[in-house]
């Protein structure tokens, strides 16, 4: 009896907590926002578009180099050497971008859906300069996700470029449950042309740069000329929206989605034309001081001495867009060589190394390169010991000397343990030679991503250009492709004047190849080689090699094969949204 009557004062107790708890374990109506709750809560609002932001696919480092014949890797389980070695497939796909462009596209259109209906500040007039603003924002991230989505998706649905080169659905809507989700993909022109409109809306509404003005007087046209107007301006396009979309940023966007339509494995599936692709560029150059605006160190940018001098927004000269700066060393714990206590990652190929010319500018393989192939890495150009760590070179605070020959006695030597180089090289380009690993003194130092470099601009300036008006030709701008090359090229070292480029670049073919292979050098690591090769038409399966030093002996090894399709110049749409929606894939997927 006792213990029933204390079995019933238990459960009756238990009921009062449960029904005194009942605010705690369900949530309020007014812990849970409504999408009509933004009109009157700026903060709620601009979160929609801040989810955008943090799904930006640069967010970090995309090391897709390692699926090339620039480089690889010695972690037996990263899911670019996988997918290098025959394991990419539509439904195993590390570059899919497909929900994640699409979930920041839905946010957008959520965005720009509603953004007209919200208070964004007390004040009539900043309320719609913010509402201008917030939109061009999301007109610039949009047509950002569009190109993502069209690098990475788009495809032809027969082979040799038959049929139709497809892209996504386009979608300028919110989607709700009585949208239409078997909506087919369109094609890649349509695609594009709404990236075009989409930076078009982004440029008229935004900044070319956000920036505080510092008196009435220099106040854009129509934004007035008292302090009022001015402490406005600087609210909405000051300081604040640095590293924001910008017109600038748009603009640069522009250039890229301009590059990839009129490239070989695009161009006859869009109007899109070389000369569309360097005027789109070279009016962003333009803003930039044509060739004279090349940033002296901006292949160095990484390593930039002045980089705790550029917080709060500042871009240096080489930089158009960046992720935030923080402290860390991460990169160089992933990357450094086993003797400085990092992981050896990235292994450099012999096929990218050979791509350095020597000094006087000639191709290692030219009769008048003075090349000596028993000491490959003399009188070579100076971006080389920048980039790549060799046998013999020096890396970390104390410059140590690194051996990778085979018969080297540390475990940087050729394959000596798991963290080894597997091509006898180190990536030494984006790491601070200035971080310390050493578990007795270990310290960081300042870091950021560069989303958009001008380097990237001018390359594609360079290649457009040289297809639509020759090597010289300068279209409306006053430089070439010449004269981009030949400033990049003394700036990684290349004695001046050029003899080679004098000597030897004399047709668009000859440009061509020397464009390409200066791109190659400039942006390698950086999630580029990958995706040229592609629209470029050139052939996936180059071996990667690697060089066995023994007794001071070069000898030249294959160290990886790669295993792609011709196909597989296209990336696939992904097989659950195949199965789903019944999409049309991309050929040979």
Known sequence: MYKRILLYLFFLLLAVL?????????????????????????????????????????????????????AVTNDNNAAFRQMANGQWAADNNPLNQWQNSRAAIQYLNIFLDNADNVQWADDEISSALFNQRLKGEAYGLRALFMYHLLRHHAGWTGGNQGGQLLGVPVVLEPEGIDSDFQKPRDTFQVGLEQIFSDIEQATEMLPLDFGNVGDPSQLPDGFGSTNDDLGRFNRVFGDDGKQRMSGRIAMAIKAQSGLLAASPAYTAGTNTTWEDAAVYSGELLQLNDGVMGLAENGHSWYNDSGMSSIGSGENPPEIIWRTNIGQSNDLESEHFPPTLFGNGRMNPTQNLVDAFPMENGYPIDHPDSNYDPSTPYENRVDLLQH???????????????????????????????????????????????????????????????????????????????????????????????????????????????????????????????????????????????????????????EPALGVRITNGDHEVMTVETRDFQPYMRFGPVPYNEILKFGLEQNFGW
């Open 18 to 70: 449960i029904a005194s708890c009942s605010d705690v374990l369900s949530p309020g109506n007014q812990n849970i926002n409504e999408l009509d709750d933004m009109y009157t809560d700026a903060t709620y609002a601009e979160g929609i578009l801040a989810n955008a932001y943090n799904l930006l696919p640069n967010n970090g480092w995309t090391f897709t180099d390692v699926a090339t014949d620039n």
């Open 387 to 541: 980039y790549i760590l060799v046998n013999g070179g020096t890396a970390g605070v104390n410059n140590t000397t690194i051996i990778t020959a085979a018969d080297g006695t540390t475990n940087d030597a050729l394959n000596q343990v798991s963290t080894s180089t597997r091509t006898g090289y180190y990536m030494k380009k984006l790491l601070r030679q200035d971080v310390n690993l050493d578990p007795t003194s270990t310290n960081d130092q300042l870091h950021y991503i560069p989303r958009i470099r001008y380097t990237e601009i001018y390359l594609a300036y360079a290649e457009a250009a040289n297809e639509a008006w020759g090597p010289t030709g300068t279209g409306p701008f006053g430089f070439s492709a010449y004269d981009v090359i030949e400033a990049i090229r003394a700036r990684q070292g290349v004695s001046q004047p050029d003899q080679y480029m004098q000597n030897e670049i004399n047709s668009v073919e000859d440009m061509r190849e020397l464009v390409r292979d200066v791109r190659r050098i400039e942006l390698s690591f950086e999630n580029f080689r990958f995706w040229d090769l592609r629209r470029w038409d050139m052939d996936l399966t």
